[in-house]
T-cell receptor, first 112, second 113 residues
C-alpha cells in the first residue's frame, strides 16, 4: 500500500531534549516536506526537499533541521525543543514538485 | 478527535444536497491549486487539483472551479454523504517556489442525516 509513515504518532517530552520524528514514503517520490498544524494558523511548511541531498526552508524553519540522505526518508530534527514547538506535525511527499502531495497521519508533539 | 482549527467557518448541509465550499487565495502568481479533506485524527487527503490554465475540473462527485480574475476557488460536492463530513482546505502553489503549498484556514463541512 502506498503510504507516508511517520513515527512516533505521539510524543510528550521536555524542553531541550533532542528528538527526531521519522518520515518514510514507499512511493519513490522525489519531493518531501514537513508541515506543522496549529489551531487558527492552519498548516505551515517547515522544510521541503526536492530530491536527495537537496533541502530548503519553508515558512517556519526556525528551531528545526532536516536531512535527505536517501529518497525514501526525510527526518525532522528538533535539536533543543521548546514549548512553542508543541504542535501537530505532518510529513508529505509527491512524485515531483508539481504533483499533489500525499500526507502521513501526523505526529502530535507536546514539549513541556 | 483532534481539533485542527478554532473558529473555522462551518457549512452544514443535509445529506443528499450539494455542497459548495469557497476559498479566496492570495497570490496572483499561484498556478496550481489543490483541495484537501482532513478527517479527525488523520492527515490531509488529496481530493482534486487544478492548474491555472483551466477554469473547471471534475472528478468523482467533486468539481473545482477557478476564477483567476477575483482569485477565488470553489469545491462543489454533489449528493453530499455523511462520510464527507470533515475539514476542507484549499492550497495554492506558485511553481516558482518549488511546490511550496500555502494552505487556507479551512472550512468545516457537517452533513446532517
Amino acid at each position: 500500500e502506498a503510504q507516508v509513515t511517520q513515527n512516533p504518532r505521539y510524543l510528550i517530552t521536555v524542553t531541550g531534549k533532542k528528538l527526531t520524528v521519522t518520515c518514510s514514503q514507499n512511493m519513490n517520490h522525489e519531493y518531501m516536506s514537513w508541515y506543522r498544524q496549529d489551531p487558527g494558523l492552519g498548516l505551515r511548511q517547515i522544510y521541503y526537499s526536492m530530491n536527495v541531498e537537496v533541502t530548503d526552508k519553508g515558512d517556519v524553519p526556525e528551531g528545526y533541521k532536516v536531512s535527505r540522505k536517501e529518497k525514501r526518508n526525510f527526518p525532522l530534527i528538533l535539536e533543543s525543543p521548546s514549548p512553542n514547538q508543541t504542535s501537530l506535525y505532518f510529513c508529505a511527499s509527491a512524485s515531483q514538485g508539481d504533483q499533489p502531495q500525499h500526507f502521513g497521519d501526523g505526529t502530535r508533539l507536546s514539549i513541556l | 478527535g483532534e481539533s485542527v482549527g478554532l473558529h473555522l467557518p462551518t457549512l452544514s448541509v443535509q445529506e443528499g444536497d450539494n455542497s459548495i465550499i469557497n476559498c479566496a487565495y492570495s497570490n496572483s502568481a499561484s498556478d496550481y491549486f489543490i483541495w484537501y479533506k482532513q478527517e479527525s485524527g488523520k492527515g490531509p487527503q488529496f481530493i482534486i487539483d487544478i492548474r491555472s490554465n483551466m477554469d473547471k475540473r471534475q472528478g468523482q462527485r467533486v468539481t473545482v472551479l477557478l476564477n483567476k480574475t477575483v482569485k477565488h476557488l470553489s469545491l462543489q460536492i454533489a449528493a453530499t454523504q455523511p462520510g464527507d463530513s470533515a475539514v476542507y482546505f484549499c492550497a495554492e502553489s506558485p511553481w516558482e517556489y518549488g511546490n511550496k503549498l500555502v494552505f487556507g484556514a479551512g472550512t468545516i463541512l457537517r452533513v446532517k442525516s
